[in-house]
């Protein structure tokens, strides 16, 4: 399946604009690649009883071409910019393009890093971004093999400030 992915940001100190022109995510940055996860130690090996420790949140890392956000990208991780909030979205490229992927970010948001590189043989130099935050939900849309929505989105949220499932 083919797929289009954006990243959004709203509220906050600096302001964060993209220039994507997809129907669904127009002034939003286009991503190229991004990786994320979590995890968690558990106890079994020193003879616990098989109860976990506290959830590890990774930072979420993106890679974009450099773009009309990439300035405003590096203010804020420069200066430790707050932002409010900020979306991830993995879109279905065909059909209806429903965003099958969402990813939202929540409870101050930081720019943790930015590094830009290209070589010679590239038509566009890129950029990695890390961002860094408080809160998010994950969401999954289950689709009909057409592309269509198939019910309802299944989400999970999670907040390392509480350390509670929300």
Request: with cysteine.
């Amino acid at each position: 399946m083919a797929f289009d992915m954006h990243l959004k940001f709203k509220g906050g100190s600096v302001t964060i604009e993209g220039g994507s022109t997809h129907a669904k995510h127009k002034g939003e940055i286009p991503v190229l690649a991004w990786s994320w996860g979590a995890s968690n130690s558990g106890d079994l090996h020193s003879g616990g009883v098989s109860s976990g420790g506290k959830a590890h949140i990774q930072d979420i890392s993106i890679t974009k071409y450099v773009d009309k956000s990439s300035n405003a990208l590096l203010q804020a991780a420069c200066t430790g910019a707050r932002i409010e909030e900020a979306w991830l979205y993995v879109t279905n490229a065909t059909g209806e393009q429903t965003d099958y992927v969402t990813l939202h970010l929540s409870n101050g948001v930081l720019i943790t890093s930015v590094s830009t590189g290209g070589s010679g043989g590239e038509d566009r130099l890129t950029e990695n971004i890390t961002l860094h935050f408080g809160k998010f939900q994950y969401g999954f849309q289950p689709q009909k093999p057409d592309g269509t929505a198939d019910g309802a989105a299944k989400t999970f949220t999670y907040d390392m400030q509480a350390v509670a499932k929300g």
